[in-house]
């Protein structure tokens, strides 16, 4: 893909390709963004390829932002919010990562901060429709939580937040990845041509610096 190709002649234009590659993952709740983080880490074998979490930065149960539960007559820890994460850590740690030849921040607020931006140097986002979300959600979610728990957090929270934070991330994205299951086939061809540039352009850097070096 052109795009693609653009991205990449950035990265090496702006490093030399003596930086790692970074690549920011954003999207909704359960889009799939985990999953697909490590389909291109196996795409891009045999490069070495970190991927980091954005849910490990979450703040303690205690020091998160709440939301007032109607259903519950209490306040309840949200998770879904720019300050739901401490978001100190989280930048010291993706601006010291290093030796890997990619670094992946998949997050549901990846793209949010411009801090985190402004290390990426592919940005994509993940679109799925909020009933296929939803229906993931539960299905994960089950093993830890009742069925009442999930949907009514899902409908106080969740649904409310991904308006407001997440979805307008989107139009940072330089590519938006189909994350529904009838997708399959388009993704898979963003993906092909994704990793395929990826591998091609870091391989033939590397070819270059060992012919100057």
Known sequence: ?????????????QHDACRHLFIGIGGGSA????????????????????????????KP??????????????????YNRPDSFDTDEMFRYCR??????????EGILALYYPELRELMDI???????????????IKRNLTRWS?????HYYLESVRHQHKRYNAPTQRHADLVIPGGMEDGAERKALLDALCGTIIARVKGSRDTQELNG
């Open 1 to 13: 893909m052109e795009q693609i190709e653009k991205l990449l002649e950035r990265w090496q234009e």
């Open 31 to 58: 889009s799939g963004k985990t999953t697909i983080a490590k389909d291109i880490r196996h795409r891009l074998a045999p490069l070495s390829v970190e991927i980091i979490h954005q849910d490990r930065f979450f």
């Open 61 to 78: 149960a205690q020091e998160l932002p709440t939301y007032y539960s109607e259903i519950y007559r209490e306040s309840k820890p949200d």
């Open 96 to 105: 010291a990562a290093g030796g890997f030849d990619v670094v992946i921040l």
């Open 123 to 137: 940005k994509c986002y993940i679109a799925a429709d909020a009933d296929e979300r939803i229906i993931r959600r």
């Open 147 to 151: 069925y009442d728990e999930i949907t």
